[in-house]
């Protein structure tokens, strides 16, 4: 019986960030030490029919 390669290769091309405070890591940093929330009340929408009416 032959057996099966089941490694998995991984190539990691760059890092970045995606959040709601920045697109860069000094950006997000300086936003959280000003104790900025990437969160806020869900307004385009009604959320009401949600466990939570706060989005990202």
């Known amino acids: 019986m032959v057996e099966k390669d089941t490694s998995e290769r991984v190539v990691i091309t760059g890092?970045?960030?995606?959040c709601p405070l920045g697109d860069d890591i000094?950006?997000?940093w300086q936003e959280m030490l000003m104790g900025k929330?990437?969160?806020?009340?869900?307004t385009i929408?009604?959320?009401?029919t949600?466990?939570?009416?706060f989005s990202a």
């Open 26 to 28: 000094e950006s997000v």
């Open 15 to 18: 890092m970045g960030i995606v």
């Open 37 to 42: 929330s990437g969160m806020a009340r869900t």
């Open 45 to 48: 929408f009604d959320a009401s």
């Open 50 to 53: 949600f466990p939570s009416v």
